[in-house]
């Protein structure tokens, strides 16, 4: 047993060194967030890192890699160094108010909010980051982030995470169950092949 179970390890080790020595994409290591891979997506994000040092998004979105993980103070480490690297990345201030809502301080996130909002006039990518935040800290007014949703909507009507963070956003807020349903199952019909909506789904009927 203590033979298989070594294995196991050189295996998962093996694994993880393969992984984090072939070439890696920003697309790469974005996917290993996503699936909960937490320690390959920092060994991919650092790599990127120091090929790149001056790429904000890199910094971003290794900041949340570790917020998805719960390693907040390396999360917010990596969010100032988005703003350090440039001023005028959005995102960066997204994540920095982020950080703000994990203390309950709103109004200290409020303007972080608005700073990454006046570097991203021309797409939604801010919007939806921001209400992302509230939905991640389980913010129980949902106001502010059903705003940003709804502006979001009419700037890209076609994406499929607008309507699944809607839907988050009716149930933590008002615990709109139906108006939850409706969006989770808008996406579905945008995307029949994406398992997310599905997912959402599964998780509203178990509630």
Not at 116 to 141: M, Q, R, V
Not at 180 to 187: D, G, H
Request: net charge negative.
């Amino acid at each position: 047993m203590k033979t298989i179970k070594n294995a196991g390890f050189i295996i998962g080790i093996s694994l993880l060194f393969f992984q984090t020595t072939q070439a890696q994409t920003l697309k790469d290591a974005l996917k290993y967030t996503e699936n909960h891979q937490f320690e390959v997506a920092s060994a991919a994000f650092h790599k990127l890192i120091s090929e790149r040092p001056t790429d904000a998004n890199l910094y971003y979105y290794m900041g949340e890699n570790m917020y998805k993980s719960e390693r907040f103070d390396s999360a917010a480490f990596y969010y100032d160094k988005g703003v350090a690297a440039d001023p005028t990345h959005g995102l960066s201030y997204v994540g920095k108010g982020k950080m703000a809502l994990t203390r309950n301080d709103e109004a200290a996130a409020k303007p972080l909010f608005e700073k990454a909002l006046f570097h991203h006039t021309h797409d939604a990518k801010a919007l939806i980051a921001i209400a992302e935040a509230y939905i991640e800290n389980e913010w129980k007014n949902m106001a502010y982030a059903l705003e940003c949703l709804e502006k979001a909507e009419k700037m890209e009507r076609n994406n499929v995470n607008i309507y699944l963070l809607i839907g988050d956003a009716a149930l933590l807020g008002t615990n709109d169950g139906l108006t939850a349903l409706t969006n989770y199952e808008k996406a579905m019909n945008m995307e029949p092949k994406n398992p997310k909506p599905l997912i959402h789904i599964g998780n509203l009927y178990e509630r």
